[in-house]
């Protein structure tokens, strides 16, 4: 089952700030993050994994709510680079099962 | 830096063909993934391997996919006889350590086209 990200879409002024939301019915061990951009392959971002820690990579961060079964990923200061469209891929345990990504969050900063 | 290599990069053939798409996983990474993209349906996960055995497929259509590993350097897929709604990107990803907590690294795709 497909987790359900939002929003689908959002556009950005440089410098402003953004979160995009990954939520799943099954109950979840851990949550990757890529990004994709237009013709490209998709680019791991960081993994949350079960106990709600929250993660950062430069200005791009996430945290992840077991309980809640949701990650949110939040861009601040947003440069142009962050554009492209973002995933979210969680997984239900360690065992190696991987469920599938969710439909994706297309981001565009403008100048 | 390590890569996945996938060829070819882009199919353009007939319905009705047989298409092969390959895929050298980077080297150590025992996880391999295939991946099917379009515009309406995102990003399917359509099977995965874990030393070189498929642990998963149920996303494949049985009839006229089939994915292999015929030893750790490479991962084949294939479609007989393609369909014009098989037309799409193919990714696939290889990933290391034997657990979903380890990052996919993707390969550039194969882009597909079924006239």
Not at chain 1, 57 to 65: C, E, L, P, T
Not at chain 2, 15 to 32: A, K, S
Not at chain 2, 40 to 64: C, I, T, V
Not at chain 2, 84 to 103: E, I, K, L, N, T
């Amino acid at each position: 089952q497909q987790p359900v990200q939002s929003p689908q879409a959002v556009i950005l002024r440089e410098g402003e700030d953004a979160v995009i939301n990954c939520s799943s019915s099954k109950a979840l061990y851990s949550v990757h993050w890529y990004r994709q951009k237009h013709g490209e392959a998709p680019i791991f971002l960081m993994i949350l994994l079960k106990g709600g820690e929250q993660k950062g990579h430069d200005k791009i961060s996430a945290s992840f709510n077991e309980k809640k079964q949701q990650s949110s990923l939040y861009l601040t200061a947003s440069q142009l680079s962050y554009s492209g469209t973002y995933f979210c891929l969680p997984s239900n345990s360690n065992s190696g099962y991987a469920l599938n990504f969710g439909k994706g969050t297309s981001l565009l900063v403008t100048p | 830096d390590a890569r996945v290599t996938q060829t070819p990069r882009h199919k353009v053939t007939e319905m009705g063909q047989e298409v092969t798409m390959r895929c050298q996983p980077i080297l150590g990474h025992n996880t391999v993934f295939w991946y099917r993209q379009t515009m309406m349906q995102g990003l399917e996960l359509l099977a995965y391997f874990r030393n070189r055995a498929p642990l998963d497929d149920s996303g494949m259509p049985k009839d006229r996919f089939s994915a292999e590993m015929p030893d750790a350097t490479l991962a084949t897929l294939k479609i007989q006889p393609s369909e014009p709604r098989d037309s799409a990107v193919y990714f696939c990803a290889s990933g290391g350590g034997g657990s979903v907590g380890q990052p996919q690294h993707f390969g550039d795709g194969t882009r597909l086209s079924i006239l």
